[in-house]
Structure formats: structure tokens, C-alpha cells
């Protein structure tokens, strides 16, 4: 039973990632306006997210890169993987969301943990399943000591919301973990949000791959196989 959780598990995750950010923004779309409700500044989440999920057609775009002969490449973006979202006690609600929002919206596998704010947690977690998001894709761990999360297997990245000691805090104990490097995404501006405003906020979330093609196995310049011969 197990194994065939963690198989569907994997599928779910894989779904959601395939999907592509515009497709995956019309879920999120329908569930910002209630999850900015949980902000204390409703106006202001509006549009913070907003302004993430613009940019879901440029997390879309391939580009065509130059290659050999016979070859057709195209870099394209995907989510990094499992990814958790933290709150720190200095943390405002409006920054974990949008951290939130960022990490569903580049196809990434999220835990949630905002032990201060467990409450926003828990309903913001509703809100998400209610607009279609599965508990596959997006789950609360509040119940968990930070520390024992942080040593989760496979943990691709972790976007922590608070002050700077709390984010080098993160960035220690990630720095004594084995396996994979875990990248840290910190918003330290509770304010003003400066760092989501950046053109290359959403690119943190995610890593580059190329897609190549034999164009001449598939009916190129069928003469370029005679040349070894």
C-alpha cells in the first residue's frame, strides 16, 4: 500500500508539473482572492499576486537554441522539485503566500510550515484544495520541528519569509544537510516585498532544461547520413 501511495504520489507531482504555468495559474487565479483575505492587506496581495501570475506565459516560452547539424534544441524552464515554503516568526502572511504562489505556479511539489501563523496555514491550504490544487501537490507540516524538515530527502529548495537571522538560520542547517544542494529563496522585506519584485524571482524556482530533437531521423537532409560512409 505504501508503494503504491508514493507511486501515485510521484504521478500527481509529475501532473502538476507538466501541466504548464498557464494552465496551472487558472487554479491559483480562482483561489487569490480568497487567500489574499488571510493577508490583513487584501489590496496589497491582490497585487502581489497578480503580478506573479502575469508572468505564468513567459514561464511557458521555449527558446530555440543553435546546434549541430541535424539537431533542433529548445531551452525551456521547469519546477526545481519538492520545495518548502517557511514562515518565520517575523514573517508576514502576504510574503508566505506569495512564496507559496510562486512555488505552485513553476510546477513545484510544496510543503507548507508557518508554525506562528498556523491557523492562515490551514485555511490557505483549504482555499488551494478547493480550487483543484491536490494535497499531492501541496501539504501543511506545521505539526514538525523546522530543523527535522529541513532534512527531508530530495528537499530542492526552501523560500523562507522573515528577518535575516531567521533566514541564515535556514541557511545553516541546510549547509550541514547530505545529498542534493538545497537552494534558498529568502524574502527579508516585509514591507516593501522588493526581492518578489524582481524580473528574476519566479527563475529561482525553477531549473533550465533542453529539449533536442534529431530533425534528420525524422525527415531532415536525408544525405547527411551518407557522410560517414
Known amino acids: 500500500m505504501a508503494t503504491e501511495f508514493k507511486k501515485n504520489h510521484g504521478q500527481v507531482c509529475e501532473t502538476w508539473s507538466l501541466l504548464g504555468a498557464v494552465n496551472r495559474a487558472t487554479y491559483l ?15 496589497k496581495a491582490k497585487r502581489l499576486f497578480n503580478h506573479l501570475l502575469s508572468a505564468a506565459p513567459m514561464l511557458d516560452e521555449e527558446h530555440r537554441m543553435t546546434g549541430a547539424t541535424g539537431e533542433s534544441n529548445h531551452l525551456y524552464v521547469t519546477g526545481r522539485g519538492k520545495t518548502m515554503v517557511i514562515g518565520g516568526e517575523s514573517a508576514r502572511a502576504i510574503a508566505v503566500l506569495g512564496q507559496l504562489l510562486a512555488a505552485l505556479l513553476t510546477g513545484n511539489e510544496v510543503i507548507l510550515h508557518c508554525p ?22 501541496l501539504s501543511v507540516a506545521n505539526d514538525s520541528q523546522t530543523v527535522t524538515l529541513l532534512y527531508i530527502d530530495r528537499l530542492a529548495q526552501v523560500a523562507v519569509s522573515g528577518n535575516r537571522q531567521e ?7 541546510l549547509a550541514k544537510t547530505d545529498g542534493m544542494l538545497t537552494q534558498v529563496i529568502s524574502v527579508t522585506d516585509m514591507d516593501g516585498l522588493s526581492e518578489m519584485l524582481t524580473p528574476d524571482y519566479l527563475y529561482r524556482f525553477v531549473t533550465e532544461r533542453v529539449k533536442t530533437i534529431n530533425t534528420t531521423a525524422i525527415g531532415g537532409n536525408a544525405s547527411l547520413l551518407e557522410l560517414g560512409t
Do not use: F, H, W
Open 116 to 137: 506562528s501563523q498556523d491557523e492562515m496555514c490551514i485555511e490557505s491550504a483549504k482555499i488551494l484544495y478547493e480550487a483543484g490544487i491536490s494535497d499531492d501537490v
Open 29 to 43: 487565479q480562482e483561489a487569490a482572492p480568497r487567500l489574499a483575505l488571510l493577508t490583513g492587506d487584501a489590496n
Open 167 to 173: 533566514v541564515q538560520a535556514v541557511s545553516q542547517e
